[in-house]
C-alpha cells in the first residue's frame, strides 16, 4: 500500500482494476479485506468510486442472476454505511 499511497492519483485507480471484490466465508460473501482497505483509504479520490463500478459490474454467469444481484445488493448496502461520504453516495 505505501507505493499506492505515494502515487496518488493514479496508482489507487490502477491496482483497483486488479484486486479481488469480493470474499466468501461460513457462507457470507463481504467486500475482500483487500479492497475493503483500499475503498477505506482511497475512496475519496476523484473517479476512484468510479473505477469501482466498472470492476463491480464486470462479470460472467450462468444461470439464474438472482444469487448475484443478491449477492451485490448486499454489499453496496455495506458501502451505504461507509465513514466516507464519497463512499456512501
Known sequence: MRWTRENIPV???RIWRLAPIFEKAHGKVT???FTRGLINEFGNIEGFMGDLDSNFSSFTWTG???PLIE????????LLQ???ESVRE
Open 31 to 33: 467486500w475482500h479485506s
Open 11 to 13: 496508482e489507487p485507480k
Open 71 to 78: 449477492m451485490k445488493i448486499g454489499l453496496v448496502n455495506e
Open 64 to 66: 439464474s442472476l438472482v
Open 82 to 84: 461507509h465513514k466516507l
